[in-house]
C-alpha cells in the first residue's frame, strides 16, 4: 500500500531532456555495484554513491533506534499477523508499477522520481512492490517494514530513504469470510467502545468513494468496517498515552474519502496531536486487480501504509530527519528499546548559507532532484536544505540561469566556513562536469 497523504502524492510529472540523457551517458560506467553485486548500467541508470551507502543500514532493524521502537510498536498490535522486515529493496519496474496496476505514463516511473539501477532494476519505492509476492505466497495477514526510496528536496522533513510498513488483511470472499469478519469486527467495536477515544467517520461507500465492480457492496462494507476499526484500535495503541486520552479529553481520529488508483474503496487518517491534525496513513480495500495478480481472486480484504519517520518525529520530539542516520552517541544513548522518549537536543550549530548561480546550457533543464542528489553525494547529511532562490531567464538571449542556496549545518559539531567554502566549491566543480553549467 502505498504512502498516504502528501506522501502517497509525493510524484509529480516531469519530463527529461535528450542532453540531460546524452549528459548523464557520457560519465556512466559499464556496471555499478550494489549490495555486493555488479549490474549493468544503461540509459535509465541514475542511482548514486550516496544512496547506494544506505542500502545496508536497515535502521528499521537496529535495536533501539527509534524506527526499530515504533515497527515494533506496531508490529505488537498485530500479534497474529505475520512480520517481514528483510526483503530486498532491489525490485523490478513491473513489480514496483505494473502489478499494482499503476499507469504507464505514471509520473513515479520517471528517473526523476524514482532509483534506477538499470532499465530492468530499480530501488522499491514503496513497500507495495512487494504485496503481490507476499499475498501469492500465502500471506493473509501481514505487516511489512522496510526502507524504501525516492529521489526528494533536502530539508529537515524530506529524505531519499525513508521506511514504511505497510499491514494488509484478506479473507475468503464467501459466507464464511465474511463470518470470521463480523466476529472481528464485534471484538473490536467493544474494545473502542471501552476505550477514551472520539472518531469522526465517514462512509464505508459513497458516490465519490465506491465499490469496486468485481465485489459484492455488502462484503465492501463489511471489510472496510474492519479496517476502520483495526486502524482506530492501533491509532489508539499508538496515540493515546501520549496525549493523555480521558474520558473527557479523549484521542480524536478522523477518516477523509481518498482516491488511490490500488484502492477502492479508499481513506486518509488523521490523529489531532499536540493541537493540530497530524497525517498519519492511508487505506483502503485492495484494488481486485491486485489480487488476481497474486493468483487469490477468491479473496478481499484492506491494506495500509505509514511513514516511520513522520510519526517517529512526532513522538520523539525530533526535529530533522538526517538525525535518524546520525551515529553520534549523544543522539543514540537517548533511546531504549520498547521506550518512546523525548529527544533533548544536544547543541544547534550555526547555519552556514553558500549560493550557487549558474547559466544552463542551452536547450537543457536540471530537475532539482538531480542537484539535490549532486549536493548529498558531495556533501552528505552536512546539508540541512536546498532552496531554488531564482529562476531567471534572459530576455534577448533566452538562455536559463537558476541560483540555489545550500544551508551547510552539521548535527554534531560546528561547521567552520572555510569547511563549507570547500564544500561548496566541490558543488560548484561536480555541477560544472556532470551538467556542462556555467557558473555566474
Not at 549493468?40 to 528499521?60: C, E, F, Q, Y
Not at 465506491?210 to 471489510?223: F, G, R, S, V, W
Request: hydrophobic fraction near 35%.
Amino acid at each position: 500500500m502505498r504512502l498516504p497523504c502528501s506522501l502517497w502524492r509525493n510524484f509529480h510529472g516531469r519530463g527529461f531532456p535528450s542532453r540531460y540523457l546524452a549528459n548523464m551517458a557520457a560519465q556512466r560506467p559499464s556496471h555499478v555495484t550494489v549490495l555486493g553485486e555488479q549490474y549493468p548500467t544503461d540509459h535509465m541508470t541514475n542511482i548514486s554513491p550516496t544512496i547506494v551507502s544506505k542500502l545496508p543500514l536497515k535502521l528499521h532493524t537496529q535495536p533501539s533506534h527509534p524506527l526499530s521502537t515504533l515497527r515494533a510498536l506496531i508490529e505488537s498490535h498485530f500479534p497474529t499477523y505475520a512480520h517481514l522486515s528483510s526483503l530486498s529493496p532491489l525490485v523490478t519496474p513491473y513489480q514496483n508499477f505494473d502489478l499494482l496496476s499503476f499507469p504507464v505514463d505514471h509520473p513515479g516511473r520517471s528517473v526523476t522520481d524514482s532509483y534506477y539501477v538499470n532499465k530492468d532494476l530499480m530501488l522499491r519505492t514503496h513497500t507495495s512492490a512487494h504485496e503481490v509476492e507476499v499475498f501469492e505466497r500465502g500471506e493473509t495477514k501481514w505487516l511489512l517494514t522496510a526502507d524504501v526510496y525516492r529521489r526528494d528536496e533536502i530539508d529537515g522533513s524530506h529524505y531519499p530513504v525513508f521506511h514504511q510498513t505497510e499491514g494488509a488483511r484478506i479473507v475468503s470472499a464467501n459466507s464464511a469470510g465474511m463470518k470470521e469478519i463480523e466476529e472481528d469486527n464485534e471484538r473490536l467495536a467493544a474494545h473502542l467502545e471501552r476505550s477514551n477515544i472520539e472518531i469522526e467517520d465517514v462512509p464505508h461507500l459513497s458516490p465519490i468513494n465506491p465499490c469496486q465492480p468485481a465485489h459484492d457492496p455488502k462484503h465492501t462494507e463489511l471489510i472496510a468496517k474492519n479496517l476502520k476499526l483495526s486502524l482506530n484500535s492501533l491509532m489508539l495503541h499508538l496515540f493515546a498515552g501520549r496525549v493523555g486520552a480521558t474520558a473527557q479529553n479523549p484521542l480524536r481520529v478522523r477518516w477523509i474519502e481518498a482516491t488511490f488508483p490500488w484502492t477502492t474503496p479508499s481513506f486518509e487518517v488523521e490523529v489531532f496531536f499536540r493541537g493540530k491534525w497530524l497525517e498519519i496513513l492511508g487505506c483502503g480495500v485492495i484494488y481486485q486487480p491486485t489480487l488476481d495478480n497474486a493468483n487469490v481472486s477468491d479473496k478481499l480484504g484492506w491494506a495500509f501504509g505509514l511513514g516511520l519517520e513522520r510519526i517517529a518525529m512526532v513522538l520523539y520530539s525530533i526535529p530533522d530527519i538526517r538525525l535518524f542516520w546520525s551515529q553520534d552517541p549523544r543522539f543514540l544513548s537517548q533511546f531504549k528499546q520498547g521506550e518512546i522518549t523525548t529527544f533533548k537536543p544536544y547543541s544547534k550549530y550555526p547555519a552556514c548559507f553558500k549560493d550557487v548561480s549558474f547559466w544552463l546550457p542551452e536547450g537543457q533543464g536540471l530537475h532539482e532532484n538531480d542537484f539535490c542528489d549532486l549536493v548529498r553525494d558531495v556533501a552528505g547529511d552536512v546539508v540541512e536544505d536546498v532552496k531554488l532562490m531564482d529562476n531567471f531567464t534572459h530576455p534577448k538571449t533566452n538562455r536559463k540561469s537558476l541560483c540555489y542556496r545550500v544551508n551547510y549545518r552539521s548535527m554534531d559539531r560546528s561547521l567552520s566556513n572555510d569547511e563549507a567554502n570547500s564544500l561548496n566549491a566541490q558543488v560548484v566543480s561536480s555541477l560544472r562536469d556532470r551538467f556542462g553549467v556555467e557558473i555566474r
